[in-house]
């Protein structure tokens, strides 16, 4: 189900406190937002596009994983971004090429993998550092649609952090509807962005990034990441651990049956799980 023909964009700062405690927050701060709790960007992680300029042409190479991630050669601060990912269609209008509908039809279990560099111009050159610097999960679960009440509602999101087989918990285990923006409220801000964005300050004009790929009718959208535990806002990723990103219905399993397949790494087949080896 992977393509390397998806276009694939993420949402920042949709989660409260997410970007406080990953300090990033100050890479916003020029950046106006309508409502305190709305996102304050989308942003690209990987362009099927070989027209990009020098500066985004990392953005060209394809970095989903569902089994690995591939350790930096030039960092060390690497932290698990739990999230879930919607893959969606994209509709545009044939005269403008505008954006006019964002269609999600699967959601999943992604991993945002970020290196934590401080004087990053752009907020895409933490997200991208070749193959297998990115998760996500093999494990596709349908919507039955994006409206409030819909199957997606009922789900969550944990994650965990394994080191010598040991287990921790890396991420406060979250609703779905806990994001700040959700439903189509997120996808008609998200249209707005893909089509408005400007390359300004940590951000990128999205619209020109459609138009480099051939405006792609399909796109990986990562609605952002949840809250760090305080062991997963202080400890980095090594070689050799594992990352856990795991999306579950909370109306079917408790967090405690969550834990315990994540010991083994073993999860039932309606449970959207990413298990990468850091290599």
Same mark, same amino acid.
């Given at each position: 189900?992977?393509?390397? !023909?998806?276009?694939?964009?993420? %949402?920042?700062?949709?989660?409260?406190?997410?970007?406080?405690?990953?300090? &990033?927050?100050?890479?916003?701060?020029? #950046?106006?937002?309508?409502?305190? #709790?709305?996102?304050?960007?989308?942003?690209?992680?990987?362009?099927?596009?070989?027209?990009?300029? &020098?500066?985004?042409?990392?953005?060209?190479?394809?970095?989903?994983?569902?089994?690995?991630?591939?350790?930096?050669?030039?960092?060390?601060?690497?932290?698990?971004?739990? &999230?879930?990912?919607?893959?969606?269609?994209?509709?545009?209008?044939? !005269?403008?090429? =505008? #954006?006019?509908?964002?269609?999600?039809?699967?959601?999943?279990?992604?991993?945002?993998?970020?290196?934590?560099?401080?004087?990053?111009?752009?907020?895409?050159? $933490?997200?991208? +550092?070749?193959?297998?610097?990115?998760?996500?999960?093999?494990? +596709?679960?349908?919507?039955?649609?994006?409206?409030?009440?819909?199957?997606?509602?009922?789900?969550?999101?944990?994650?965990?952090? =394994?080191?010598?087989?040991?287990? !921790?918990?890396?991420?406060?285990?979250?609703?779905?509807?806990?994001?700040?923006?959700?439903?189509?409220?997120?996808?008609?801000?998200?249209?707005?962005?893909?089509?408005?964005?400007?390359?300004?300050?940590?951000?990128?004009?999205?619209?020109?990034?459609?138009?480099?790929?051939?405006?792609? !009718? =399909?796109? %990986?959208?990562?609605?952002? @990441?949840?809250?760090?535990? /305080?062991?997963?806002? $202080?400890?980095?990723?090594?070689?050799?651990?594992?990352?856990? %990103?795991?999306?579950?219905?909370?109306?079917?399993?408790?967090?405690?049956?969550?834990? *315990?397949? @994540? /010991? *083994?790494?073993?999860?039932?087949?309606?449970?959207?799980?990413?298990?990468? $080896?850091?290599?």
């Amino acid at each position: 189900m992977f393509n390397t !023909t998806f276009i694939g964009l993420g %949402v920042a700062g949709n989660f409260a406190g997410h970007l406080e405690q990953a300090g &990033e927050a100050a890479d916003f701060a020029q #950046v106006k937002t309508e409502e305190a #709790v709305q996102p304050k960007a989308i942003f690209p992680f990987y362009v099927p596009s070989q027209q990009l300029n &020098e500066n985004e042409r990392f953005l060209s190479v394809y970095p989903l994983s569902h089994d690995r991630l591939q350790f930096p050669q030039n960092a060390d601060n690497l932290q698990i971004e739990p &999230e879930i990912a919607l893959i969606c269609e994209i509709q545009y209008d044939k !005269t403008s090429q =505008k #954006v006019t509908a964002l269609l999600p039809t699967y959601f999943a279990a992604y991993n945002d993998c970020s290196i934590r560099r401080p004087n990053a111009r752009k907020i895409c050159e $933490k997200k991208n +550092w070749g193959a297998d610097s990115k998760g996500l999960s093999a494990n +596709w679960l349908a919507l039955d649609s994006f409206d409030s009440g819909s199957n997606i509602d009922d789900y969550r999101i944990a994650c965990f952090h =394994k080191r010598d087989d040991k287990l !921790t918990e890396y991420g406060i285990d979250s609703p779905a509807v806990g994001y700040s923006y959700f439903h189509q409220k997120l996808l008609r801000w998200i249209v707005d962005k893909m089509n408005h964005q400007p390359d300004q300050d940590p951000m990128n004009n999205i619209a020109n990034l459609l138009k480099l790929a051939n405006y792609p !009718t =399909k796109a %990986v959208m990562s609605i952002g @990441a949840t809250r760090y535990t /305080e062991f997963g806002e $202080k400890n980095f990723l090594q070689v050799g651990d594992t990352s856990l %990103v795991v999306v579950y219905n909370g109306k079917k399993y408790s967090h405690s049956q969550i834990v *315990q397949m @994540a /010991e *083994q790494a073993c999860f039932a087949d309606d449970i959207s799980a990413l298990v990468q $080896k850091v290599v």
